[in-house]
């Protein structure tokens, strides 16, 4: 197991970006799949955005494609969530997690995103 803390959340206005970080605690150049997940205001944790390897194949739910990018960076054990042009409904909790050796993690906190009308 890694331990994975998920940073680079806030308050931003609509048609803004951010750029979310999760670091693990541990190398991660072998996991085969990297996801965000984000956790709405009442609503149930849901999947964003994976990437699968060999590949590597890339997928994003239809409500962020064209606006977010999932990418990695072996050498710092980190994966990233470029999101722009922010909307209201992309407030939530983003969490990440990575599949290695067939066990996905234990999910860490978190990072709040709140996009303001």
């Known amino acids: 197991q890694v331990q994975l803390v998920e940073s680079g959340g806030g308050l931003v206005q609509a048609g803004g970006s951010l750029r979310l970080s999760c670091t693990a605690s541990?190398?991660?150049?072998?996991?085969?799949?990297m996801a965000w997940y984000r956790r709405p205001p009442g609503q149930q944790r849901s999947l964003v955005a994976s990437?699968?390897?060999?590949?590597?194949?890339?997928n994003y739910v239809e409500a962020v494609r064209g606006r977010f990018t999932i990418s990695r960076d072996n050498a710092k054990n980190t994966v990233y969530l470029q999101m722009n042009n922010l909307k209201p409904e992309d407030t939530a909790v983003y969490y990440c997690n990575v599949v290695i050796n067939l066990r996905s993690q234990d999910w860490g906190q978190g990072t709040q995103v709140t996009v303001a009308s």
């Open positions: 541990g190398n991660i150049s072998s996991a085969n799949l």
């Open positions: 990437w699968v390897e060999p590949g590597p194949t890339i």
